[in-house]
Every structure is written in C-alpha cells, then in structure tokens.
C-alpha cells in the first residue's frame, strides 16, 4: 500500500458522517440517558454462569420393588343364620342385612349360600381374575384346609382371608376367634333345622398365621374385631423368635434338622379390622349388619344411604333409601350417574391418603396392589361412618384419622347435586347435568400453580389430576397444568411419580391426538430428565415410536421436536434394547435430515442424540456412515452456539468409540474425523468445545495407543539428544527477543521467509521427512513440520498443545490423556544405550491414504524416502533405502490395538449431563433472561440501580471535562506500591477499582480509599506476562479481561474480591494461536530507551461492548476479531505489516479501526469490507514506534484520529484526509501516553521521568516530576498511563513499582 493514499469504499462515507466521530459516542450529551439499558451483555449465558454439572435430585422410590396381586380369596362366614351368639345382646328392631340380603326372608340355609355368593360377588367387583373360596359356618379343620390349599396356589403373592363372626361369640383375649364344631354342622345340614344348641370352637390367631403364610391380608367383621389385630402382632412375634431358636438349634447341633429357608415376616400382614377392642358393632336397623364389609365392597350404595340418614342432606328432603337404588348407571362406566360417583368417590379417597399417609406407606398400600388399594380407599369411607356411631376401625398398618379431611365436603357436595337431580334424572337420562368435580378441583390445582413452589405443602389436588386424564373432556387441561406443575423441577416430578401418574401418560402415549403431542413430549422430557429409568418402559411398550413421529414431523414446532430428540436420547443412553429399536425406526436419517434446522437447542438435541445412539453401538454407527453422518456433522463445527458445537463434538467423539471390529476402512473414517476435530476446533473460544475435543480425541489414543507410544519414545529421545535441537529450523524462535516476545502455540503456522535463514521450499522438505526428532518439549510449541508429519503425530501435537490450554479445566483434562501415553513409555523405557542402538529403527507409522484431505494449503504429500528414518546426530549417516528394518519392540503400525471390549475413558465431562439437568430444572424456552426481564424481581432492581448510578456519574464528570482543559491535573489522589513494577493501568468506568498488571499478575485498588482489594496471579505461565487489561460488561456487573503475551486472554469475575471469594476465572483461550508472527523491528526504540528495545508489543486487545467484539493483536500480522456473543473468530484481518503491532482503538460501533505500528507507522481499516480489503489507509509519518492511537470525536462531529510515538510527537488525523492535521511536538523520547475519552486533554511520560498534561491545542497544562508529601522525591520511569474513562482522573504506573492516581482537584 501506497504511504498516504485514501482507499476508498463505498461505505466509508456514512461511517465518517454519521457513525464514528467518536468512539463513546454514548458519552455525548446528544445521546439518550438509557444507552446501558441498550448495551448487550457478554459472557452471561448458563454456560458461563453455572456450574457444569448433572441434576442433583435424589429420585424417590415412586416405583414399586414388587408388585404384588391378590391372588386368592377366602370368605369365611360364621353367621350361624337365625341363632344370635350368647355374648351379644341385640336391639329390636335391629341390623339384619348380610350382603344387602335378609336372611329372615329365606330358610337359614339357602341365605347363608346367597350371602357368600352376593359377599363373593362384591369382591369380584375388584379383583375379577382372583380364585375365590367360599367356607360357611366352617369347622377348624375346614378353615385349615382352605388356607393351606390357597397358600399353596398363590405362592409368593398375596392371600385375603375374609372373616364375618356375626354368628359366633366376639373374639377372646387370648388371641382365639370361633368356629363350630362338626356334630353340629352335621346336624343342621341333615335335618334342615335349626340347632338350638350349639357348641363354638376356638380357633386361634397363632395357627392362622401358621396357615396363611405371608403376603397376606385379614378382614375382621366382627364385634371388638381390635383384640384380634393386637393378639395378631404378638403372635407374629412369637413366629419370629421360635424360628431364630429353631435356626440356632440347628447350627449348633448340626442335626439333618433344617430351618425354614426364609425368616416369617407376618408383620408385614395387612389387617382391617371393623371397631376396636372394646367396641360392638352398631345395630341400627336402616344399616346392615355387616356394615364394615358394605363399605369395604359396596362403597357407593352405603355412602349413599349414610348421606341421605343424615341431617344435612336438608337440599334433597325428598330423596328416600329406596330411591337411591333407582339410581342409574354401572360402576364402570364414567358417563352416567352411578359411574361418576364412583369416578368422584376413587379420586377423593386417593386424594385424602396421598395427603395424610406418608410416601412410602402410601405406596405399599395404594399402588402395589389393587385390591389392596381398593379396599384401604374403601377403609377410609369405614372410618368415617363407622366413628358416626361410635366405631373405630382399625387397621394394620395404622392410618392417621382421615375422617375429618376437608375432601369429604366435596364428596358431600358432589353426593348432594347428583340427588338433587336424581328424580328428573329417572324420568330421562338425558337430563342428566355432570358433576362440576373435576373441573373444580383442576381450577384449585391451577390457583396453586400460581402461587406454588417447593417450600409449600404439595398441591392437595394431584392425585385428581390423574384421575382426570381419563376424561377425554378435561384431559388436554389437565395435562397442561401437569406440564407446568412438573416443570417447577425435579422435586415436582417426584411427586407425580410417587402418586401414580406414570401408567396413565404411559398409556396416553397410544394417542392419535395431535393436540396432545406438544403436551405429551413435554411432559416426558421432565420425567426422563429426573429418572432415566423409564426408558425400558417405554421401549416395552412401543412409546419410542411416538417421539419418532413427531420428531420428523415438520409441521410440529421445534421447541416440541427438541423435547422428543431428548426423550429418543434418554431412551437409547446406554440402553441397547433402546438403541436397537431407534435405530430400526429410522432415528440417524431422521436427526441428519434436521441438522440444519434454525432452532439451535434442536441443533444441539440432535447431535447428542446421535451421540448417543451410536455409542458402543456399531450398527448405528455404520447406518451413519452410509448417510455420511460425520461430514453432515462438520458443518456444525463452526455452529454460532457453542453449545452446538460442544455436542457435534461429543458426537464425532462417539462415533469414533463405536466401532467394535476395527478395519482399515474404520480407521480412516476415524481419522478424518480426528483431523477435522484437530483443525477445527482446536482453537475454539469456548472451553465447553476444547473440553469436548479432549474428551473426543481421547478415543483415538486408546484405540492406536501403539502408535501414539512410539510418537512419545520419538519424543523423548529427542529431547535427550541436543543436536537434534540444533537441527530443527524453528527452536530459534524461542530465542527471539526477550520476555517480551509473543509465543505462538501452533500446529498450523507458515513462517515468513524473515523468520529464519531456511527459504520456504527448505521448509517444506525438512517438514514432509516426518521427522519426529524434533518434538521435543522446547520446540513443541513452533513446529509446522508436525502439520505434514503422520496423522498420529499431528494428533498429538494437538494434544500436546491442550495441555498447556489457558483454562486450567481443559489442560488438566488434555494432561491426562497424554500422561497416559508418557506414562506408558516410562514404564517400559529401556537403558539409555539400548536406545540409542535402536534408535535408527524407529520410524514413523505408515499414514493413511486418504491424508490428502488433511492437508492444510500449500502443504505437500509426504515422502517415503531417506527422511523418513528417525533425524539422527551427523555421526549417524542417514538410511537412503525404502527397505523396513526389522522393527523394535516398540515400532508399531497403524491398525488399531486389538483388544476386546469397550475402553474406559482416561477423562470425562459433564457436558451432556448438564444439558439433560437443564430439562429437570424449570424451562422457558422463550427467553434465557427472563429473571432480568421480570421488572419486579431484584435482578431488574439492581440492575435499575446500576444503569442510574451510571447515569449520575456520566452527568457529574460533564463539568470537570469542561474545566480542565484550561486547568491543572496534579493533585495525588491515591499512590500505592504493586508488588511487581506495573505494565498497565486502567480504570473501571463507574466502580473505585483501578486495575494494575505486573508481570503475571494483576491487581485490584481502590483508588479512592486506597485498598487493595485482590492480587492475584493469571494462573497462565510463569514466563509470560500480562500486557492487556479491559473490563466487560463495565455497566452492568463488570469483568476482567486478562491478556498475556503468550496469546491467552482469560475473563474473571468477582475480580475484586467481593464478599471475600477469590476471582474465578469465567473463560479462557488462546487468541492468537496459529497466527503468522511479524518479524522482529531492527531499530524500535530510541536512544536511551530501555522500555521497547526488545521489539515486542505483547498482546494488543480492544474490546467494543456494543457489538461484543474483541480485537487482538501483537507481535503477529493480522488482526483478529473474535466474537463474544457466537464464542467464534468473527475475521483475521491483515496488517499488511511485517512489523508487530503496538497499540490499537476501534470506534465502538464495529466499523473503524485504528492500528499503530513497531515502525511507526498508523493504519486504518474499516472493517465491514472483506479483510484483504479492509485496510483503507496508512500514515507514515511517525519514525518511531506507535505509543498509542485513539479515536476522537470533534464538535464539528469530524472523525478524528490521535496518535503518538516514541519519538515524542503526537499528531491528529482527520479520518477523510491522507495525511495529519495537526503535530505537537513534546517531550524528545516518551515512554507512554494516553487520551482521554470525552475531555480535550492527553499526557506523555518523557524519558527524564516527568509526565506532562497538554490540551488538543498542545498548550502544556501542567507536568508531574514528584511524588506528593514532605520531601517527595522523583517519580520512576513511567511505563504506564490511563485516563478514567468519564472523570478527569489520570494513573500513572512507574518501573519503581509505585502506582499513582492524579485529579483535577485535591482530594476532599
């Protein structure tokens, strides 16, 4: 580029014109006060701001262990028909009905066999398919054949033994209920008469037991029915204590005696029984004697006669007991009077136990069995009539009193208004108003959503939710308030789980409803996000075809399709039954068609769900290769969203660990994936991605392990041998100039001709002999040559690389996986000659032939020639045949170590843990910031308060801005020593913080009490130092950017120790890696100057909040701006520059830029042209190297451009001119300067250790030689200075570690 030219462009005029006369043009007073309610935040994302990790729930056991089933029944009546028992004395009238039969309308034995069939009948009603054995008026011997036969049958399950004593005496004390003796039995069946005496045999609990084994459960319908449940447990106890001595008799006498296999555990027998010890059964005439079993087995018919007997059915005074039997409908069918009673009734009792028993006891009782359930909801209904007429049933397990729970007034009000319409009702069913029940209580449930959150007692209402999803007519509200209920987080989940809701959305699944699906998928993403193991459910069941469905269903929105690839990856995660069936329904062509979907979430969903259908699962994996997955895969390496890019990583990754049976076409799949992974995103910004690739590339070191062990001995013969060092062309680069010198870390440089004595085409034959006697660890760093070595060794070079990665995570992860290999070649080193005798032999592993799609451009086809034996010391002649020698015990080839089995990972990351946790956690997809958008939460209040503070402070620094140009800036505000000379200052905008680098450390003050707030080291290497400093996000709540002269930037927050807690570093990479270096400056400095001799600018950043962008350079050629927002490398730009670059400034609104140069030369790009054109103009009339350029806004609103170098003058261009508009000449020799954003001065530090304040016209307001206080003596060499960005504050750091902050007006 001509020196002085104008390149124009066809934008540069609206730039000049309207965006970019000054660089804060959000400090103009033109500009609205708002401007930081306008201003994007960066770094602020979840993956930022959480921590990686998986759902931390503790998963309830909402699924039973065993379900059981009640598989037989015994019905043992002892009525005795027409001979009340001799203990009981009867009322008259009195209850008479058995079974809703009246035994007095029939001959005693024809109703005894009506009442055990209508008795049978009742309980078939809840368990049709049990074996049902009727005993009536049995014998002992009866009673023990029937329980041994039917224990016998049932095996493990469960035994009901029903027991009706209304015709014998009440049980004893002792433990005994009646039977009758055989005489009697024989003579009442003979004769057909009735016995007037009678003889009553006991019968006792003990030899009950004894009989009925275990699981089992007892119903006692008899008067003080308690005395058997307390005799019950002692007995159970007894059988407890006889088999431990029985087991111990055993053991000790070893006598052929065996012991019961299993210990008895009739504890756990269930038993109801009708009233307490005390108490008699009630003999109300309305009601029927067996009233307790009437409501165990007819719930409906006696709660009916109950409410209607009692004196606040006042609304249906017309309703008698015999019109209640008129009422119509089945039990069964949910649409007619009867069966929604029913409904209402199921969902009430459910309702009342959920809220009352606890979660375990609930679930043995409720869903383990349903029989069992039935009858403890029927249970309930007992305890609240029976404790009417003062009877209390009783249970074992005990149940708290439910009687009283606020759910029985809805059951009343429900009971009351299908009464009230029962006469028009039997006059046409059509008439007939369905209850407002359900849709009540879902309002009830929807009322509690709104104010709902863990720390509250559980909505009463979620057991009716389920029973709502029966209906077709409130199902699609119900499960919408389901969804949000499940989304309040996993704590949520594992209630619905725990009360029953998994076989009802199980069962929906066989929907065809559309309207259901969004709801549907929604739903069970929440559950498998807390509990994956319903992935077998849904497999056995055909439910993974229903996500299929919608997953390829275009017309279904994508925030619905993200939800079902979650589901499909939950239900194939380490599941081969799963895996076997998505891939049998298509699932690989079904994500790969969608890749390119414009939902990102589902970008991502897709990639981890192919990840994890191919994971050691080789048949999915090569249906992928023939849909050529892994390439549809490498566009989404460059993904805006990170995240994306992290999960098409991992998938590449897995699919690289696939493979079961190793071929040569599987190996070089593999390897071009690894290549790919290696150029690609080696460099990412995001550590999330770096993690990815480590975790990835992993699997290519554990399955060529071999190879990569032969590259680590290569290595470490290399690094014993120094001529080897001598040889390579690019160790020197380490030797170049001084701790200044920016390293580069890359495997991809292409080093200019002036970097070294070797020419391009020299280069290139040294690098294509796949030597790797060079890899030592000196010179790992700056070896191009590894780019044309083997695929293995650029591997790991890539690796090598990682480990010293700027994100302590990602270096400690890559670590590992080299250590691995180095550990490897410790373990089997051999003495120190036996290498060196072997030494010629060891070569390179073959590369593979498809390497010419690895090559990077301009590189070439490597060789088999003379180079490519082993480099070996000039005493050693190199080997010119293509003859193999025989190859020692550690030269291996190619194939992949044959080992069977799957490897184990050597490191791993919670990436895709953190991804599913997200679903178990509340989700919106509609917006990632919706607690700052919430204008009544304290996020929005305290970021209320920071913007106006802001505003406060900006108004308040207009004054000073205008007063000091005709001023003094002088007054020593703050002085402090750093521990370490500072290299660079800055101010925080709005906060009292003054940052200070010094070497590899950085500090935090506060410059207006003077307190150290944190000093702390960048955690990067020890030979690099700090030479850029900025705040982020400096409106809102800041961070601290970190530049080292090795190329890394690292962002902190909590930099300045708030509330105690040490800066944590938010993120980190290497920002300039793989650039082209600029060559060395022969003459930088000036005379006398000790401050740039070395040529060396380190890192050069600017960061622009408005477009989130950072522009990096130093001692390279280009310019390189990354992308906060994307995490990406938004465009190298070339400086066109053989020099490095010194100082830099952008606009603020992404457009200009303004590059100052080692050879004093200034350049302006503008940056919205392609970068080779992008460079619009170059001054050259600096001599010396560029100190600083900062852009300028004027009054006339003319760009302007500030610029100053070493040889003390400064000069202002005018953007639109080719050459300077103004020059003030200072100081002769300036060691640093700066400009102040907004007010019209700037300052110098001449080499005669005086810092000097001018204004725009370059009158000199004031200069600064000494430090204030009583004898203050001379300030150091100054190596620093900033202006506060809006007050007129200036700091100045000196080489004698002092740090001074200077204002306008003293210190008050």
Known sequence: MVTGDLFYSPTMSESVDNRNGNKHDEYNNTHPDDVDWKLPIAFNKPRHTATIEGVNCITQTWRMKERMKTVSVALVLCLNVGVDPPDVVKTQPCARLECWIDPQLMSPQKALEMIGKNLQLQYERWQPRARYKQSLDPTVEEVKKLCTSLRRNAKEERVLFHYNGHGVPKPTSNGEIWVFNRVSRLASLIFHCRITYTQYIPLSVYDLQTWMGAPSIYVYDCSNAGIIVDSFQQFAEQHEREYEMEKQAVQHNRTAGVASATAPSYKNCIQLAACAASQILPMNPDLPADIFTACLTTPITIALRWFVMQNTSKLVPKVSLDLIDKIPGQLSDRRTMLGELNWIFTAITDTIAWNTLPRDLFQRLFRQDLLVASLFRNFLLAERILRSYDCTPVSFPKLPPTFQHPMWQAWDLALDLSLAQLAAVLESETLFVHSPFFEEQLTAFQVWLTLGSKSRNPPEQLPIVLQVLLSQVHRLRALELLGKFLDLGPWAVNLALSVGIF??????????????????????????????????????????????SVLQDPTIPSEHRTLAAFVLASIVNNYPAGQ????????????????????????????????????????????????????????????????VRAAAVYALG????????????????????????????????????????????????????????????????????????????????????????????????????????????????????????????????????????????KLWHGLCSLDSDPHPSVATMSQKVTNHIRNQVKECSVPKEVTEAKLPSISLPPSPSSRASFLTKGESLPTVSATSEILRPPRVPLHGSRTRKTPPINTITEEADEVLGFKNPLTTSLFVEWNCAQFAQPVSLESETESTNDIES????????????????RRDAKEEQIRVARGRLESQVFHTR????????????????????????????????????????????????????????????????????????????NYCNMLGRDPTLLTAWQALADAQPASKSPSAGVPGSTVHNSASAGLITSWEQRSLTLAVTGDVRIVRLWDAETELKKQDIPTGADICATCLDTDGSGTLMALGCGDGSVRLFDRRLPPHEARVMTWREHTAWVLGAYFRGTATGAPRLITGSLSGDIRFFDLRKNSSVNTVQTAQGITAMAVHNVADIFTCASMNQCISVYNMSGQNLNAIKSYEGFMGTRIGPVSCLNFHPYRVVLAAGCMDSSVSVYASEPRR
């Not at 290299?983 to 506060?1006: N, R, S, Y």
Request: glycine fraction near 4%.
């Open 654 to 793: 897995t699919f690289i660990n696939s493979v079961t049976k190793r071929s040569e076409h599987a190996n070089n799949i593999d390897q071009i994936i690894a290549m790919t992974l290696i150029n690609t995103v080696s460099h990412d910004m995001s550590p999330l991605v770096r993690k990815e690739l480590v975790v990835a590339l992993q699997w290519m070191v554990l399955h060529f392990e071999n190879s990569f062990v032969t590259l680590a001995v290569a290595e470490e013969n290399s690094r014993r041998d120094p001529v080897v060092e001598t040889l390579s062309p690019f160790t020197g680069m380490r030797r170049i100039g001084s701790r200044d010198r920016l390293k580069i870390l890359s495997p991809n440089n292409a080093y200019g001709t002036d970097t070294t004595d070797f020419s391009q085409d020299r280069m290139k034959r040294v690098s294509s002999s796949s030597s790797i006697s060079s890899l030592g660890q000196s010179s790992f760093g700056n070896l191009p040559s590894l780019s044309y070595g083997s695929v293995y060794m």
């Open 978 to 1053: 750093s521990p370490q000379p500072p290299e660079v200052v800055t101010f925080h905008p709005f906060d009292k913080h003054l940052a200070v680098a010094a070497k590899d450390c950085f500090g935090i003050w506060d410059w207006q009490t003077g307190t150290r707030l944190t000093y702390c080291t960048s955690r990067g290497s020890k030979m690099a130092r700090v030479t850029a400093l900025g705040f982020i996000n400096s409106h809102d709540v800041a961070l601290l950017m970190t530049g080292s002269d090795d190329g890394s930037v690292r962002i902190w927050k």
């Open 938 to 953: 304290r996020a929005h209040y305290e970021r209320e308060w920071r913007y106006l503070r802001n505003k406060k402070q």
């Open 503 to 548: 076989p009802y959305v199980l069962k929906l699944l066989q929907s065809n409803a559309r309207e259901l699906r969004p709801l549907l998928v929604f739903i069970w993403a929440k559950i498998l996000a807390v509990d994956s193991t319903c992935q077998a459910d849904l497999v056995r069941d055909h439910g993974h075809k229903y996500f299929l």
């Open 580 to 643: 076997e069936a998505a891939l049998k329904g298509s699932l690989v062509s079904i994500c790969l068609e969608q890749l390119g979907d414009p939902n990102p979430l589902l970008r991502q969903w897709l990639c981890l769900c192919l990840a994890r259908l191919w994971h050691n699962y080789d048949a999915a994996r090569w249906c992928g290769v023939r849909d050529i997955a892994h390439e549809k895969l490498y566009t989404l390496l460059q993904d805006p969203i990170p995240e």
